[in-house]
């Protein structure tokens, strides 16, 4: 089992820039591939971002390309979404993943290919 918090939600003006945290505890964070979604009300969940276990292939949505980063830390078992140049669509309450990977450096982009969930984070951005 693995227990992922996340963090670093809040509400901020178009044009501006959060970084949420997602904290991983239980099993060896190493094995793991991770992912963040974000999903609105009434909508399906949405694939916003991965990477691998070794974090050598990443992979984003396009609608965020270039204005998001993911990267992980291993000495704190902690991923990373760095959201800058935010634009109103990009309210949502975002989400991390988790899905063992078995040392793949494969990555996952649909919400069915990961089993373990954080609570979730709201990320408002104003006009």
């Known amino acids: 089992q693995v227990q992922l918090v996340e963090s670093g939600g809040g509400l901020v003006q178009a044009g501006g820039s959060l970084r949420l945290s997602c904290a991983a505890s239980?099993?060896?964070?190493?094995?793991?591939?991770m992912g963040w979604f974000r999903q609105a009300p009434g909508k399906e969940r949405e694939f916003v971002a991965a990477?691998?276990?070794?974090?050598?292939?990443?992979h984003y949505t396009d609608s965020v390309k270039g204005r998001f980063t993911i990267t992980r830390e291993y000495a704190k078992n902690t991923v990373y979404l760095q959201m800058n140049s935010l634009k109103p669509e990009d309210t949502d309450v975002y989400y991390c993943?988790?899905?063992?990977?078995?040392?793949?450096?494969?990555?996952?982009?649909?919400?069915?290919?990961?089993?373990?969930w954080g609570q979730g984070t709201q990320v408002t951005v104003s006009t």
């Open positions: 993943a988790a899905r063992i990977t078995r040392y793949s450096e494969s990555i996952y982009v649909h919400s069915g290919e990961y089993a373990y």
């Open positions: 239980g099993r060896t964070f190493s094995t793991y591939a």
């Open positions: 990477i691998s276990w070794r974090g050598d292939n990443v």
